[in-house]
């Protein structure tokens, strides 16, 4: 728990831009997807990884960085590859979310005691 409350802040940061991220991304207009998800997937990314290097001495640190990196890496193949990402989006996204499940699922076990 001490770890929560020492980092609460960041935790919060971190959250909050998620969440904005996240309300952006309803309100694309259909067309500018992946013009504007790869944006998103990289800023959350980045933010990610930035928490995690700041508590680089927290549970879980090595679940966040391989989160933080899979979503720097899914920006990276968007930009990339447009035409890929356009056929491919919705198998990407699901990717995404389904091992960003997993890495969260390990990082709250890390944290459970």
């Known amino acids: ?3 929560w409350r020492h980092h609460r ?3 919060l940061i971190e959250g909050i831009i998620l969440v904005l991220l996240g309300l952006v ?6 067309g500018l997807e992946i013009a504007i998800f790869w944006w998103l997937f990289l800023i959350g990314g980045i933010t990610g990884l930035v928490t995690t290097l700041v508590m ?3 549970a879980g640190f ?3 960085l391989a989160s933080a990196i899979f979503a720097i890496g899914m ?4 930009r990339a590859m447009p035409e890929l990402a356009i056929v ?18 390990m990082l709250a076990l890390e944290h459970w005691h």
């Open 1 to 3: 728990m001490s770890g």
């Open 9 to 11: 802040r960041l935790y």
């Open 25 to 30: 991304a309803v309100f694309v207009p259909i």
């Open 56 to 58: 680089r001495n927290a």
């Open 62 to 64: 090595w679940w966040s």
């Open 75 to 78: 920006a990276i193949i968007m």
């Open 88 to 105: 491919a989006f919705p198998y990407l996204l699901m990717a995404f979310l389904v091992i960003e499940g997993i890495v969260t699922i």
